[in-house]
């Protein structure tokens, strides 16, 4: 017999089905990545109509199938209202649904990559924090949840302990000594070094109480974006449209 079941999670997708159904892809905390189909919930008098849009966070009742879910409503905790409202904050928004929705895998829950969607998903409603920033903090610590972690903390080559470039073919930093014989190392700051260790080490809930500068900034966006790309080689239609915004 089939039962219901109720998940805490956040809405990755939602697409039309038919005539009047969804197909929704919910990221949950008990069963991980989750297909469920709302049925009729395009119609205009669906109470599924309104909590079953992406990036709604909350408890969903759904009955369990041979090979999906069955949706059946939900208490939506958190719309993201301020980032729906912003074309820029759907672009980023879509951009984290759709690594979630390519990296997690059905059934396994993760708690802690359900709270990095979470915080992420806050700090984009954040007006003083930079969005190309959140997203290359997402983009790093999201690898390392996923078993991706950079080697930020001493050198891939001598295990010395003051790193002080990245070495894509390493995965990882190198200290000055192998730098200096290593082609393509690229030499960091001290301030860009921490950064990225600090990404890496923090507790999610203090991943986005930090600010860089520009120089900072331009460092670890180049690092994270070759490292990013290094591990995770599929084209995210949404990555396309974000970038055109820039």
């Not at 200290?175 to 923090?202: D, F, H, M, N, P």
Request: net charge neutral.
């Amino acid at each position: 017999m089939r039962e219901k079941k109720e998940l805490t999670g956040i809405i990755l997708s939602s697409t039309p089905v038919g005539d009047v159904d969804k197909r929704l892809v919910i990221l949950t905390r008990e069963r991980g990545k989750i297909t469920a189909f709302a049925k009729g919930a395009r119609k205009p008098n669906s109470p599924y109509l309104g909590i079953s849009e992406p990036f709604n966070f909350g408890v969903f009742t759904v009955l369990e199938g041979y090979d999906a879910y069955r949706f059946l409503g939900g208490e939506i905790k958190e719309y993201f209202s301020d980032v729906k409202n912003d074309i820029e904050g759907i672009c980023y928004g879509t951009y984290f649904c759709d690594i979630l929705e390519y990296l997690c895998v059905e059934g396994v829950g993760d708690a802690n990559i359900l709270n990095l969607f979470y915080v992420t998903m806050r700090a984009l409603t954040r007006e003083k924090l930079s969005k190309p920033l959140v997203r290359r903090i997402f983009e790093l610590k999201i690898l390392a949840l996923d078993g991706e972690a950079m080697a930020a903390f001493s050198c891939v080559n001598c295990g010395d302990k003051e790193p002080a470039a990245f070495y894509l073919p390493g995965d990882g930093m190198l200290c000055r000594r192998c730098a200096a014989k290593a082609q393509g190392a690229y030499i960091l700051s001290e301030s860009s070094v921490y950064t990225l260790q600090y990404i890496l080490s923090a507790s999610i809930d203090k991943l986005y109480t930090f600010q860089v500068t520009d120089a900072v900034y331009q460092e670890i966006d180049h690092v994270i974006g070759q490292y990013f790309s290094r591990h995770i080689t599929k084209k995210f239609n949404s990555l396309e449209i974000l970038s055109s915004l820039s």
